[in-house]
């Protein structure tokens, strides 16, 4: 059962545009993860947030958990084809629970 | 990041062949170790969570006779597909974690049952 509902599943836009990526839950979580993936590969640690409020930022990637640890956004600034990929949510009780993923593909 | 070596990274066997996929944390100590399906272009689903020497926690709906998790150390465990068939084709990833930490995951096996 998914527990993380990612919004939106698809996304396409073109290089320099802005986007941002929810994921939202009706649990709490004690930390969430944000991780990406590339086609026939494992998923890539991009973020860990663990305070309610937190905002961490990694080069043109914001990321922020809500205050109930329930939910975690991801924006990304003037995104480029590289940032092309499956990004997906993790939250942590005892074990892992990803999120239903997003797709985005950036267009040159 | 922490490394996690996962091999091999594709297989194809027969129907009704057993395979066995290996899941090592390289560079620390994993008490924790999950196993996920991933059927293409979906998330990840998670089968099972095994803490090292006890026995793995299966989700439900994942039958734990078909795929027996081992996790006798704590740089080690490992996946068999038993009597396998072709539905049981997918991606499979490992994780690793150490206690309280981020997972940090194998590059995935991509098993294909002919």
């Known amino acids: 059962t998914q527990l993380l509902e990612q919004s939106p599943q698809f996304l396409s836009i073109q290089e320099g545009e802005n986007l941002t990526v929810y994921c939202n839950s009706s649990s709490v979580f004690s930390s969430l993860q944000w991780y990406r993936q590339e086609p026939g590969e494992g998923p890539v640690l991009l973020v860990t947030v663990v305070t309610g409020g937190e905002v961490k930022k990694l080069k043109r990637l914001t990321f922020q958990f809500g205050d109930a640890r329930k939910d975690s956004s991801l924006h990304i600034t003037a995104a480029q084809p590289g940032d092309t990929g499956l990004y997906l949510c993790?939250?942590?009780?005892?074990?892992?629970?990803f999120g239903t993923g997003t797709r985005l593909k950036v267009l040159a | 990041g922490a490394v996690v070596s996962q091999h091999p990274s594709w297989v194809i066997c027969k129907s009704g062949t057993s395979v066995k996929i290996e899941c090592r944390s390289l560079d620390f100590q994993a008490t924790t170790m999950f196993w996920y399906r991933q059927f293409p272009k979906q998330s990840l689903m998670l089968m099972a969570t095994?803490?090292?020497?006890?026995?793995?926690?299966?989700e439900q709906g994942v039958e734990k006779d078909k795929f027996l998790i081992n996790h006798a150390s704590l740089t080690l465990s490992t996946l068999t597909v038993t009597s396998a068939h072709p539905e049981d084709s997918s991606f499979y990833i490992c994780s690793a974690s150490a206690s309280g930490t981020e997972a940090f995951f194998g590059q995935g096996t991509r098993l294909t049952v002919v």
């Open positions: 993790a939250g942590r009780t005892y074990k892992y629970i």
């Open positions: 095994s803490n090292e020497g006890s026995k793995a926690t299966y």
